[in-house]
């Protein structure tokens, strides 16, 4: 299952580089897109639980670094009340 780093632009420029462990997530986030800040986390959330059930599904255990990245994410977002998030998608490793 290949794996998918992507990189968010949060509402003050700052970059976070994020990581997925299933293709998935291009269903929920699209490259090169600005979500408003709750739908993005929501897109997020959907996504890489979808991801970290693929794993549990080929290797009988739940992703923790898929878990990991979205309470990254979470908490990097708790610094901005507002804003839009860019979402660009870099190499599939």
């Given at each position: 299952?290949?794996?998918?780093?992507?990189?968010?632009?949060?509402?003050?420029?700052?970059?976070?580089?994020?990581?997925?462990?299933?293709?998935?997530?291009?269903?929920?986030?699209?490259?090169?897109?600005?979500?408003?800040?709750?739908?993005?986390?929501?897109?997020?959330?959907t996504a890489l639980d979808a991801a970290s059930e693929r794993v549990r599904e080929l290797k009988g255990f739940y992703c923790?670094?898929?878990?990991?990245?979205?309470?990254?994410?979470?908490?990097?977002?708790?610094?901005?009340?507002?804003?839009?998030?860019?979402?660009?998608?870099?190499?599939?490793?």
């Open positions: 299952m290949p794996a998918v780093t992507f990189t968010v632009r949060w509402p003050d420029g700052q970059e976070t580089v994020a990581y997925s462990p299933s293709t998935v997530i291009h269903q929920h986030l699209e490259h090169n897109t600005y979500y408003p800040m709750e739908e993005f986390l929501q897109r997020a959330e923790s670094a898929a878990m990991d990245t979205l309470s990254q994410l979470r908490h990097a977002s708790r610094s901005f009340s507002q804003g839009e998030v860019h979402v660009c998608f870099t190499q599939t490793l």
